[in-house]
């Protein structure tokens, strides 16, 4: 089974600073896509940035962007010129390619504090 | 990006009713739903996975008939708590998926807290 790991509970920045989040999974697939979702205290899960394992270029959004390291399997995300709506939870999430199986698995989250 | 409601987003009810919960899709077609439960300071627990017309897939340990998940169109989804009791008290949150996305993303609704007394 796939699994997502988040190693870092909590991170903080300091505004206008850069934030880079881990993340880590594992898979026996070749192709597969990942995601980034961002949680604020509204509790509302909004979709940040995807990725897809195939495309070995690094997807950027704005201010956010990853570093996918297939080989490692590693996606991380890094968030440029933080502001204090990025505080939020962010959680790192899985899901395999074939159509019927379309489910996210996701990682424990990383809350991420903004020091203004 | 797509946008999924529900409601409502905030629900008490006593012991022993039951409560339903809606999930829709407004500018886009689902042709599947997920349902997911949040506790506090936790991640998101996938509880099933319902396509339009037909039954829902539960994940292991979700039971199924007191959690009742229906389908009906492929713009609504409803999650019925049946005989509620106070620790199914939780977060519950649908999110919406459609074979048209390029990466197969979800969109999440804004979730419904049930508080069972």
Redesign the interface.
């Known amino acids: 089974a796939q699994t997502v790991t988040q190693s870092q509970p909590e991170m903080s920045v300091q505004e206008a600073e850069t934030v880079t989040l881990s993340c880590t999974y594992d898979t026996s697939e070749s192709d597969y ?1 990942l ?1 980034w ?1 961002k949680q604020p205290p ?6 940040v940035i ?1 990725q ?1 394992a195939y495309k070995q270029q690094n997807a950027t959004e704005n201010r956010f962007s990853v570093n996918f390291q297939k080989a490692a399997k590693s996606f991380s995300l890094k968030i440029s010129d933080s502001q204090l709506g990025d505080a939020a939870m962010y ?1 790192c999430a899985y ?1 395999a ?1 074939n ?1 019927g199986n ?3 698995t ?4 990383t809350r991420l504090t903004i020091i203004p | 990006g797509a946008v999924v409601s529900q409601h409502p987003s905030r629900v008490i009810c006593k012991s022993g009713t039951s409560v339903k919960i809606e999930c829709r899709s407004l500018d886009f077609q689902a042709t599947t739903m997920f349902w997911y439960r949040q506790f506090p300071k936790q991640s998101l627990m996938l509880m099933a996975t319902s396509n339009e017309g037909s039954k829902a897939t539960y994940e292991q340990g979700v039971e199924k008939d007191k959690f009742l998940i229906n389908h009906a169109s492929l713009t609504l989804s409803t999650l019925t708590v049946t005989s509620a009791h106070p620790e199914d008290s939780s977060f519950y949150i649908c999110s919406a998926g459609d074979r048209g996305f390029p990466l197969g993303e979800q969109y999440f609704g804004p979730g419904t807290r049930l508080t069972v007394t």
């Open positions: 896509y995601f979702y509204s509790r509302q899960m909004i979709l995807r897809e959680f899901r390619p159509f379309e489910k996210l996701f990682g424990t989250g």
